[in-house]
């Protein structure tokens, strides 16, 4: 589904609540479908989306030559005026040459403050890539937001079933939203573990399939937000400015993070 020109959000209401675009990217180390490395365009994606805060996965930081060397979350929040969180899940001593950490990971970005994060590794075996989930604490308008990025497994299902339980145990806050590649359909049983915990935002308020993948041809819907119980997403759209930009198809949804009872 063609996402539409943003908008701007919606006044927050006499009660407290806060309107937010929401976004999950997987950015592919902005290495698109033709082979370009472009973070540009990918700040362009998340620009024209008009979202506020968004989890991105597959992000280089000092990496490698593959990105140029470059600090991707640094690099993007320039280009877009925000702030940035980074989750390194790959963490290597400098290479030969280099002065800076090889890292390979989640990040978040957001025009809103963000007042603390941390990274937490997810369960991992077989020598599989170790995985993990970024929390982002963000101050939107004077209401906190919790907000987490991840990336799961893509190779062993049993991997993914441990680690999406350890996210539900690990999001205890409310409000919170917690979005990724999840790197499973809808009906697999690592699904059924989120969804027993959060609502499905394109459940909720998506039309259509959601397919985000592959960009250029999607058949399958793997890059999901959820939402606890003060987080109500009243539209989901998958973003089809670019599809060239990265391997996934974004998602933004326009979310209401309710005030305290």
């Known amino acids: 589904m063609l996402l539409a020109a943003p908008t ?14 929401v976004m999950t990217f997987n950015i592919h180390h902005a290495q698109g479908t033709d082979g370009v490395l ?8 998340i620009e024209a989306s008009g979202a506020d805060v968004v989890g991105l996965q597959e992000v280089d930081r000092h990496y490698s030559a593959r990105s140029g060397w470059v600090d991707q979350p640094a ?11 980074y989750g390194a899940n790959i963490d ?11 890292q390979y990971g989640t990040a978040v970005l957001s025009r809103y403050p963000i007042v603390a994060s941390e990274n937490t590794h997810l369960h991992n075996a077989d020598g599989k890539e170790q995985r993990g989930l970024l929390h982002a ?4 308008r004077g209401q906190r937001l919790d907000f987490y990025s991840t990336h799961l497994e893509h190779s062993s299902q049993a991997i993914r079933s441990r680690q999406a339980a350890e996210i539900v145990d690990l999001v205890d806050k409310d409000p919170a939203v917690v ?9 697999a049983p690592e699904i059924a573990t989120l969804t027993a915990a ?10 259509g399939d959601g397919f985000t993948y592959p960009a250029e041809a999607p058949r399958g819907r793997i890059d999901n937000l959820y939402v606890t119980d ?15 930009a990265s391997d996934h198809l974004p998602v933004v949804s326009r979310v209401v993070i309710g005030p305290k009872g």
């Open 230 to 244: 003060r987080v109500r997403p009243v539209t989901a759209e998958v973003v089809l400015t670019d599809p060239v």
């Open 179 to 187: 979005v990724g590649d999840f790197n499973a359909y809808p009906d």
């Open 92 to 102: 290597s001593p400098p290479p030969a040459g280099q002065t800076e950490r090889s």
């Open 137 to 140: 604490t963000i101050d939107v």
């Open 38 to 45: 472009d973070l540009q365009r990918i700040a362009d994606v």
């Open 8 to 21: 701007p959000a919606a006044a927050d209401d006499a009660k407290g609540a806060r309107v937010v675009d």
């Open 198 to 207: 959060f609502d499905d935002a394109w459940e909720v308020a998506g039309r």
């Open 75 to 85: 690099a993007l929040a320039q280009l877009l005026g925000w702030h940035s969180a």
